[in-house]
């Protein structure tokens, strides 16, 4: 049996501009407002009912799950922007202020976050392989011209800017901090 959806185009491309609608007010709402938020107001937000929001997640959970997860994958596939069009070094430090905002702006979820992570959908072995494959991506770049050091594992990387990002007082710190984590990439004669 083929659904509406299926049969008419045009209403699969209003479904799935309402499915964005909805991953971008939530955003929006689960970064900039109260914990938790309310589904009614992202819906209002999205321009959609709480109907539609429930059809396309059917929890809390599933959203902020989706709201993480493209989150991710926006923050990771800026790596080989970057890449293309700074040189290393500077990409990696542009990727690492996108990750500095990236963590920044899940504080606001926290508790929904929490939530998704107990159910076992997000786990931090996932987001650390989506991680350090962006970050390999620069350090390749990096090794191949020369600008960054060649002994350097992506892993490492990655937990230094955890380590940095759990540890420093305010942003301030932090971004001083990740400041010094890519003069520490930098290969020896390059900088």
């Not at 993480?68 to 070094?89: F, G, I, K, M, N």
């Not at 390749?140 to 892993?155: H, K, Q």
């Not at 380590?163 to 001083?176: E, F, P």
Request: proline letters at 4%; glycine letters at 6%.
């Amino acid at each position: 049996m083929v659904s509406e959806i299926e049969r008419r185009p045009s209403a699969r491309r209003d479904a799935q501009r309402n499915r964005q609608r909805i991953i971008e007010a939530a955003k929006r709402a689960l970064t900039t407002g109260p914990d938790p938020v309310k589904i009614e107001t992202i819906a209002r937000e999205a321009g959609v009912g709480v109907g539609t929001l429930y059809r396309n997640f059917p929890s809390r959970e599933a959203l902020v799950e989706e709201v993480y997860r493209s989150e991710l994958t926006h923050l990771c596939a800026v790596a080989t922007q970057l890449v293309a069009d700074h040189p290393p070094a500077d990409a990696m430090r542009e990727w690492m202020r996108c990750y500095q905002d990236f963590v920044a702006t899940k504080h606001g979820m926290a508790e929904a976050l929490r939530a998704v992570v107990a159910s076992g959908a997000i786990s931090s072995g996932q987001t650390r392989e989506h991680l350090d494959g962006a970050i390999a991506t620069i350090l390749d770049a990096g090794r191949t011209d020369g600008s960054l050091r060649a002994d350097v594992r992506p892993a490492d990387v990655s937990a230094s800017m955890a380590g940095i990002m759990l540890t420093a007082a305010d942003i301030d710190q932090a971004s001083r901090m990740l400041q010094l984590l890519v003069d520490g990439l930098l290969a020896r004669d390059a900088s």
